[in-house]
């Protein structure tokens, strides 16, 4: 895949998507934060910076016992993580999920075997997770980079509820990919 631009890129911290940040040059954009209870139970906060200082509650996930896959709030709405990682058998190592637009869209390996690709119901790559050398920035070790489309599809992948999902579901492909389920 290559950066243009007509793409956003978060560069995104830490291998562990869990206990992560997505950052430009504006700053940190979204912000995964992971706590335990004193029962063990581990839930993962997605925030998204609304202006200097402030951030907004994007979702919950709430991890299983196990720490494997458990339920997620976004918004209103629960459901259980899998729902936005279905296994695609159509094609190798694809996930698919359905977007808060009630369409469907896919993860999967690019041809280039490097990038993974988000495509829309039409098959267009809309974002892609690039994974790069690690960089260390003053935010943290940057592991990768997040690029969405901006003109690609319906151009509706950097409005907040596709752009929220979107990073939902990446951080969860990339979760399923290192750890195999």
């Not at 951030?55 to 896959?69: C, F, I, M, Q």
């Not at 339920?71 to 694809?94: E, F, S």
């Amino acid at each position: 895949m290559s950066s243009s631009a007509s793409n956003d890129v978060l560069s995104w911290t830490n291998q562990d998507p869990r206990e992560s940040s997505l950052f430009n040059s504006w700053g940190v954009l979204y912000r995964f934060q992971t706590t335990v209870s004193a029962s063990g139970q581990s839930v993962t906060t997605l925030w998204r910076a609304i202006r200097p200082n402030k951030e907004d509650r994007v979702a919950k996930l709430e991890w299983s016992a196990t720490g494997s896959l458990g339920r997620v709030v976004i918004g209103k709405n629960t459901l259980p993580m899998a729902d936005l990682v279905r296994p695609d058998p159509r094609h190798y190592g694809a996930r698919v999920f359905n977007g808060p637009d009630g369409l469907q869209y896919r993860w999967r390996p690019s041809s280039n075997g490097i990038d993974v690709v988000l495509q829309d119901p039409n098959d267009n790559i809309i974002a892609f997770y690039h994974p790069t050398r690690q960089t260390r920035y003053q935010i943290g070790d940057v592991f990768g980079e997040l690029h969405f489309c901006r003109n690609a599809g319906a151009g509706t992948v950097t409005h907040p509820p596709i752009m929220d999902t979107v990073t939902v579901t990446a951080m969860l492909y990339r979760f399923c990919a290192a750890w195999n389920l």
